[in-house]
């Protein structure tokens, strides 16, 4: 029953920014801290960042003064604000809630950065 859904990515130049959204629904959402993850063709999946449910934040430091997570408890929502991206950042990226029983996972959405 539990569903994660992103939407936001896209095709932007060198310097854009794209607003990443994960909507979830099936689980109480304040209770899960959660992050986004992303895979580019023939590399591990990353962890970009996660926030856990009182709101502290984590990122890899490839992405720290550029990328800001967030969440909306009330629309059962997180959020990844991508600013001054680079190619490098080019991967498909994925919500995820690890819950103690099991972990959730999104469908992925591209995110393309152009030269």
């Known amino acids: 029953q539990v569903q994660l859904v992103e939407s936001g990515g896209g095709l932007v130049q060198a310097g854009g920014s794209l607003r990443l959204s994960c909507a979830a629904s099936?689980?109480?959402?304040?209770?899960?801290?959660m992050g986004w993850y992303r895979q580019a063709p023939g590399k591990q999946r990353e962890l970009v960042a996660q926030?856990?449910?009182?709101?502290?934040?984590n990122y890899v430091d490839s992405v720290k003064g550029r990328f800001t997570i967030s969440r909306d408890n009330a629309k059962n929502t997180m959020y990844l604000q991508m600013n001054g991206l680079k190619p490098e950042d080019t991967a498909v990226y994925y919500c995820?809630?690890?819950?103690?029983?099991?972990?959730?996972w999104g469908q992925g959405t591209q995110v393309t950065v152009s030269a």
């Open positions: 995820n809630i690890p819950t103690g029983s099991t972990a959730y």
């Open positions: 926030i856990s449910r009182v709101g502290s934040t």
């Open positions: 099936g689980i109480i959402f304040r209770f899960y801290g």
